[in-house]
Structures are given as C-alpha cells and as structure tokens.
C-alpha cells in the first residue's frame, strides 16, 4: 500500500463523509409525513409530531451554507402545503427551489445583503398567527447570514467587530456571545418574533458538542449567556479596546440593563418552539470510520471534539502517525486515525493566505517529512477553508521536499500562515467546491502497513 494509494484513499473517505452529510439526506431521514401528520425526529430522540390539517399558513426561513437544500428536501415534502418563505445563503450555496425564495449574502462578515434577507425574514414571521407553523432551518454560517443590528451599531462597525473577533483566535462559542448581544434575532430572539405562532427549527450542527445556543448564535433558543459575558470575551483575548466605540456602549449600557436582555429560559412562549439538531460532525466521523473499514483500513476515532491551534494540532497528529508504523498504537495499521470538530488560528495583523486546515496540514506535513507510508488530510465539510478556495489539504513525507524543490521553505510559510501559496504549489490543496453543508471539519491520519522508510531518499 503505497504513499499514493493512502492519499487516494483518504480522499474517498473524505469525499464519504460529504454525501453523509448532505443536508438533504439529512432533512429527508428527520421528516416523515403520514397522511396530514407530520412527524419531525433529532439524533437525540427529540421529537415532534403535527396535523397540517389544523394548521393555517406554513412557511419556511432559515439560513446558513446548508439552507437551501435543506429546504428544498422541506419542498419535495410539503409540496403545495408549503406556503413559501426566506432563506439567507453565502454567496453560490444555493440550488433551485420552487416556493422559497432565496437571498445569497456574504460570510463570514455579514453584509448589506444579509441584513436585507434578514430584515424579509423578520417581517414575514411577524406576521404569523396562533394557527401558523413556521419551519426554521439552521446550519454553520447561520451567524453571519442571519442578521439584524440595533439602532445604535451600524453594519460598518459590525464588520469590523466581526472581523476583529475572527483575527483573535477565540472559539466560535465565545464569539458567538457576543453576537448574541449585538444583534436582534440571535439568542432565541427569531423565536420571539415568530409568537404565537408555532415553530420547528432542524439545525446542522458546526459546534463542537452541538449546543443548540451556540449553533448560528441559538436564534431559536433560550440564551443563557449575558452582556457581562460579552464583554469578558472581548476582554480575555484583547479585542476590548480594539471594538469600535459604539460596540462598547451597546454591550456596557446591556451589562447596565438598558438594554433588554436575550430571551431566557421560563420565558413565555418556548412550549411552541421545538429545536431538533439533525446532522452534526459525530455522524460524519462515524461515516469516515465506516468508508475506512471498506477500504481495507483499521479505522480508530480519536475525537469528534478536537480544538486548539491548528498547527499544534497538526504536529501532534503527524507524531501520532509515525508512532503507529513503529509501534502499532493506538491502531495497527493499515490505520485510519479520524477526528472531528474545528480547530483555530490566531493571526496577527500582518499574515498570509491560508485557512485552519492548510495550517493543520503543513505543520503536518513537517512533522512527516522524510517518512513514507503516513498520510494526513484535514478539510472543512463546507468546502471552504478560510477566505480560499480549498477545502483543505492531503500532505505526506515528500510535502516538504516538493516545496523545497520549488524554492519555497515550509517552515517559512507555516510561521507567516501563508499556507495556501505552498500546498498550491505542490498540489496538495483539495477542492471540492460549495458542498452546501457544514458540520465542522474532518481530519485523517492514514498509515500504511511496513517498515520505516524515508519518502525523500
């Protein structure tokens, strides 16, 4: 088993663990539809059940990279039952729909577009009644596409808050409280909107655990987070002063209590709000370990809660690998080592082009040059990996060498994190294009069988 048949190999794993979690499948295996009952189940055994025939209006919104072919597995269901509604997509994640309208906006900054999609959405929802059901569909890139300011923060000020917040390498829950708290629909606040009408949120889960607050920002449940959270957030990893000024007034004059809190909690109304998670990163992980199993490999799942600095990651997995060639532990291979979830970079002002996979990867990549039989490849399920246009990275013992052949250092690229220009120039980026989903990011450490040889001569 060659260095080339673990890196095609790895590819078909990847590619597996997509069509697993497409979200129309996904959307497809929630819902079942019995005569005029329909019958809505989560992966935790939640579950929901309604007769369209007592219904009034029923309508769709939603947002997020998986929006539109979740609701258009919602359509092929509902047929003509389905009155219509808006969805909040990035920019190309979208597919034909035939009662649903669609606005595509930008991520992960939140745009004028989005503002406008969400400002549709709002409108329509309030306008429901005690009989209507209004179905939300949530998934990752929910809390850039879903969104709507207070009167005091202006989209400029938002974007850069927003930019500032993703430069500084908090974890996507922390930047998600404050979020929460500069916004009008994040928190359970969509919900709120919605009263008294029904509500049936199915989310694609891209947090780490699946906590249904952190998911877009929890537009549809209780928030248990504060204003005084928010402000710690900023505080704890610089970005407190760096704000703009306004921000700092909305969340101050909110930690005051000026400013009404999110949605807790007790509040009235929640009973007619059901939000069922429908896909996530364990189902994905599990398809891999399968597809592994297949192809002839020993499938071992490390993780479907990995985290941290993306490089660390990166030099620990590569170790991991080499440890199981020489030693059989903690699988024997033909291995194929999973983990799931999403890790971070943090950057200074000054930086390369890149995303956390590619850095995940090159920093591999290093600790596997010189080895043959060892295969890393890490990629975001989104298909996009930081502002690029890959989804991530298949390196092995020769990634360092090729580079070098071309007059490029790794070790340079890794520290200015300006991975994509080297994986590039090697051909190890992966591209897949928008794969209309989200449930965090795949990474795998494949290991061939043999002795230790050395992949550069």
């Given at each position: 088993?060659?260095?080339?048949?673990?890196?095609?190999?790895?590819?078909?794993?990847?590619?597996?663990?997509?069509?697993?979690?497409?979200?129309?499948?996904?959307i497809?295996?929630?819902?079942?539809?019995?005569?005029?009952?329909?019958?809505?189940?989560?992966?935790?055994?939640?579950?929901?059940?309604?007769?369209?025939?007592?219904?009034?209006?029923?309508?769709?919104?939603?947002?997020?990279?998986?929006?539109?072919?979740?609701?258009?597995?919602?359509?092929?269901?509902?047929?003509?039952?389905?009155?219509?509604?808006?969805?909040?997509?990035?920019?190309?994640?979208?597919?034909?729909?035939?009662?649903?309208?669609?606005?595509?906006?930008?991520?992960?900054?939140?745009?004028?577009?989005?503002?406008?999609?969400?400002?549709?959405?709002?409108?329509?929802?309030?306008?429901?009644?005690?009989?209507?059901?209004?179905?939300?569909?949530?998934?990752?890139?929910?809390?850039?596409?879903?969104?709507?300011?207070?009167?005091?923060?202006?989209?400029?000020?938002?974007?850069?808050?927003?930019?500032?917040?993703?430069?500084?390498?908090?974890?996507?829950h922390?930047?998600?409280?404050?979020r929460?708290?500069?916004?009008?629909?994040?928190?359970?606040?969509?919900?709120?909107?919605?009263?008294?009408?029904?509500v049936?949120?199915?989310?694609?889960?891209d947090?780490?655990?699946?906590?249904?607050?952190?998911?877009?920002?929890?537009?549809?449940?209780?928030?248990?987070?504060?204003f005084?959270?928010?402000?710690?957030?900023?505080?704890?990893?610089?970005?407190?002063?760096?704000?703009p000024?306004a921000?700092?007034?909305?969340?101050?004059?909110?930690?005051?209590?000026?400013?009404?809190?999110?949605?807790?909690?007790?509040?009235?109304g929640?009973?007619?709000?059901?939000?069922?998670?429908?896909?996530?990163?364990?189902?994905?992980?599990?398809?891999?370990?399968?597809?592994?199993?297949?192809?002839?490999?020993?499938?071992?799942?490390?993780?479907?809660?990995?985290?941290?600095e993306a490089?660390?990651?990166?030099?620990?997995?590569?170790?991991?690998?080499?440890?199981?060639?020489?030693?059989?532990?903690?699988?024997?291979?033909?291995?194929?080592?999973?983990?799931?979830?999403?890790?971070?970079?943090?950057?200074?002002?000054?930086?390369?082009?890149?995303?956390?996979?590619?850095?995940?990867?090159?920093?591999?990549?290093?600790?596997?040059?010189?080895?043959e039989?060892?295969?890393?490849?890490?990629?975001?399920?989104?298909?996009?990996?930081?502002?690029?246009?890959?989804?991530?990275?298949?390196?092995?013992?020769?990634?360092?060498?090729?580079?070098?052949?071309?007059?490029?250092e790794?070790?340079d690229?890794?520290?200015?994190?300006?991975?994509?220009?080297?994986?590039?120039?090697?051909d190890?980026l992966?591209?897949?294009?928008?794969?209309?989903?989200?449930?965090?990011?795949?990474?795998?450490?494949?290991?061939?069988?043999?002795?230790?040889?050395?992949?550069?001569?």
């Open positions: 088993m060659s260095t080339g048949d673990l890196r095609a190999r790895a590819l078909d794993i990847f590619l597996a663990t997509l069509d697993a979690a497409h979200p129309h499948q996904l497809q295996d929630a819902l079942h539809l019995q005569g005029t009952t329909l019958e809505a189940r989560g992966l935790n055994d939640e579950q929901v059940s309604v007769d369209l025939a007592e219904l009034g209006r029923v309508v769709a919104v939603g947002a997020g990279k998986a929006a539109a072919p979740m609701v258009q597995a919602l359509e092929e269901l509902l047929q003509d039952r389905l009155e219509g509604g808006i969805i909040s997509v990035k920019y190309e994640y979208t597919v034909p729909l035939e009662r649903v309208e669609v606005r595509e906006a930008g991520h992960p900054v939140p745009d004028a577009e989005g503002i406008a999609a969400t400002g549709e959405i709002l409108e329509l929802l309030e306008s429901l009644g005690e009989q209507d059901l209004a179905f939300v569909l949530i998934s990752g890139g929910g809390s850039a596409l879903l969104e709507s300011y207070p009167e005091d923060i202006s989209l400029e000020e938002a974007q850069e808050t927003a930019n500032i917040l993703l430069e500084c390498g908090a974890p996507i922390k930047i998600n409280i404050v929460k708290h500069l916004s009008r629909v994040k928190g359970g606040q969509l919900a709120r909107a919605a009263r008294p009408a029904r049936i949120a199915l989310v694609l889960s947090v780490i655990g699946d906590p249904l607050p952190s998911i877009a920002s929890g537009p549809t449940v209780p928030d248990p987070s504060t005084d959270e928010a402000l710690e957030v900023l505080e704890e990893y610089g970005a407190l002063e760096r704000v000024a921000i700092r007034c909305h969340l101050e004059a909110g930690a005051s209590g000026q400013v009404p809190e999110t949605p807790k909690p007790g509040e009235e929640w009973e007619r709000c059901h939000t069922l998670l429908v896909g996530n990163n364990r189902r994905a992980v599990e398809t891999a370990a399968d597809r592994a199993r297949s192809l002839g490999l020993t499938p071992r799942v490390l993780t479907v809660e990995m985290e941290g490089a660390e990651v990166g030099r620990d997995l590569a170790r991991l690998g080499r440890r199981a060639r020489q030693t059989g532990e903690p699988a024997e291979p033909p291995c194929c080592l999973i983990s799931g979830g999403e890790t971070t970079v943090t950057l200074p002002e000054e930086h390369g082009q890149g995303g956390r996979n590619q850095e995940l990867a090159l920093a591999a990549a290093m600790g596997l040059q010189g080895h039989g060892i295969v890393v490849l890490s990629g975001g399920t989104d298909g996009t990996d930081g502002p690029t246009d890959a989804a991530g990275a298949v390196v092995d013992g020769s990634t360092v060498g090729r580079g070098r052949e071309q007059g490029r790794a070790a690229h890794l520290e200015r994190h300006d991975a994509y220009p080297y994986l590039d120039s090697v190890d992966i591209r897949t294009g928008p794969t209309m989903t989200n449930v965090m990011d795949i990474v795998l450490v494949l290991v061939g069988p043999g002795t230790e040889e050395s992949a550069e001569g």
